[in-house]
């Protein structure tokens, strides 16, 4: 006999939280592993096109509408210097890679990549080196990328065959300078500083872009809030944004408290937004500062093998996690809980996009398929563009080793006024019931389901390694509208997309 739980809901126009700006759907590729190397870029694999990129992979990436990708590091770039990695590939210079301790070939490079880009339809988020370098290589890198012509970087540019100006929008200021693992880690006053001050002379290279400061490495970091305020001391009035990463992982085995992980998310978010208004306040300033959530994933089960990877190998197989359907369920949650902060995150990279902790794979030679993880981020990629209501949820709740009143229905929703469309997206933690959902539509008249999307799996621990079709989502659920609310069943440990479309 299936048990149920009662979960209620109420969904209102006017109740808003804000409108999703699409780069909350970004990506990162990060030079790693086999993300560039046997990822995007196989020259020698049957689907590769012209410039050497796998036109599968491509597809992939096109089918999760990634509007923005993070690059080229992460880690790597406080040790890369761009220029290895412009004008003729016979001549760029293998070099040690001393965060991730490989080789990189410097093969694919800032031009190659924004060529990749334009094919899948992303614009870049492009970080500069604020670990080994500064102020000169971070301006330089501006001019190379952004001015038109007639200066000796722009002029460059145009002499490698790129004529147009790349106009990179994005840029970070800069990766994870507060971890002592970080090349040319700083402290908080030493990184605003040097944030501060690349940022005043990039601006001044092209005042039109925007700008990322790196806040923590994650929330457990010893120096974390202190670290935001001291950096956004410096930097307030030059940048527009201020990043946040956190990776979780079912390290003890315990499924209530890891689909709990994204209460901390949401609180790691909101202790970050309290600091930027406390800088703000201090400042008597006038200007809100955003927030870039610019690396988020789950990332545990590849932790061992890694430490197996002979050192200086090129393109090893790093960080390939093989995610689980449980993965997918968090993953989820943590979209959902970017929605929620949709008025104040407004751009977000899940990492990464391609074999480094990621939902696309590839086998050197052969295909590419996609993970548990794929699914939850490709519909909230597609379904989630609009603004992002504001519900008010009644559910109950449960409590685990690391939080209290954790609720079982974890839901947002976001109307598509362009379109007269409005989705849902919800997990049921419960590992035992299925959750009824009673959803009050009130005010969207007219608006029937045409799709109630799960994705379930008995198996907790199922992935799509062997069988690339094990977890996959499919459109039988039962959602109806019934005088002006939905009704829904939500199985136990389900991922759900209701869409709803006005029919008159
Ligand atoms: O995404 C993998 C790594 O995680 C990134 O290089 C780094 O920024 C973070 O620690």
């Known amino acids: 006999m299936t048990h149920h739980k009662q979960s209620k809901m109420i969904l209102d126009k006017a109740f808003k939280v804000g409108e999703v700006d699409d780069r909350i759907y970004g990506s990162f590729i990060e030079h790693l592993g086999r993300a560039v190397y046997e990822g995007v870029y196989e020259p020698d694999h049957p689907l590769a096109d012209e410039q050497g990129f796998r036109k599968d992979v491509m597809d992939l990436v096109k089918e999760l509408n990634v509007p923005l990708v993070r690059y080229p590091g992460g880690n790597f770039v406080s040790g890369y210097n761009w220029e290895d990695g412009v004008g003729p590939v016979e001549d760029r210079p293998k070099r040690l890679d001393l965060a991730w301790s ?32 500064g102020v000169d290589a971070a301006r330089n890198l501006v001019e190379y990328c952004n001015h038109p012509s007639g200066t000796y970087w722009s002029d460059l540019r145009i002499s490698h065959g790129y004529q147009q100006p790349h106009n990179v929008k994005t840029w970070c200021l800069g990766n994870e300078m507060d971890g002592p693992w970080q090349i ?89 937004i309290a600091t930027c208004d406390y800088v703000k306040a201090k400042k008597r300033s006038k200007k809100n500062m955003y927030l870039s959530f610019d690396e988020w994933n789950v990332w545990f089960h590849s932790n061992e093998q890694d430490k197996q990877v002979e050192p200086w190998s090129e393109a090893p197989h790093l960080l390939e996690d093989i995610y689980t359907f449980e993965d997918a369920l968090l993953v989820g949650s943590m979209l959902i809980t970017l929605l929620k902060h949709a008025d104040r995150v ?16 590839t086998t050197k030679g052969g295909e590419a398929w996609q993970q548990t993880i794929f699914y939850p981020y490709m519909h909230a990629s597609v379904y989630g563009r609009g603004t992002v209501l504001d519900p008010v949820i009644s559910s109950p709740v449960y409590d ?16 598509n006024e362009d379109h007269n469309e409005l989705t849902i997206f919800a997990v049921n933690r419960s590992q035992e019931d299925a959750l009824t959902l009673d959803c009050d539509i009130r005010n969207f008249e007219d608006y029937q389901v045409i799709e109630h999307t799960v994705l379930e799996n008995n198996d907790v621990k199922a992935t799509n390694q062997d069988n690339h079709n094990n977890v996959k989502p499919h459109s039988n659920g039962d959602a109806v509208v019934t005088t002006g609310s939905i009704q829904a069943h939500l199985p136990k440990l389900s991922w759900n997309v209701i869409r709803l479309k006005k029919m008159a």
């Open 102 to 133: 490989t080789t990189e070939s410097n093969q694919v490079g800032t031009n190659e990549f924004m060529d990749w880009a334009k094919k899948v339809n992303a614009e870049v988020n492009m970080a500069v080196n604020l670990g080994t370098r």
């Open 400 to 415: 685990s080793k690391d939080f209290t009143d954790v609720p079982y229905l974890d839901s947002t929703a976001v109307f």
């Open 184 to 272: 040319g880690h700083k402290t908080a006053e030493e990184y605003g500083r040097i944030a501060a001050e690349s940022a005043k002379a990039m601006k001044w290279v092209d005042p039109s872009i925007e700008l990322v400061a790196c806040g923590s490495s994650n929330r457990s970091m010893p120096t974390f809030a202190d670290w935001e305020a001291t950096v956004l001391e410096h930097t307030y009035e030059h940048v527009d944004y201020i990043s946040l990463h956190t990776y979780y992982g079912n390290r003890d085995n315990d499924l209530g408290n890891y689909l709990a992980q994204s209460l901390d998310m949401d609180e790691f978010i909101k202790s970050v």
């Open 346 to 361: 407004k751009i977000a990279c899940l990492a990464q996009l391609v074999n480094v902790i990621a939902p696309i794979m």
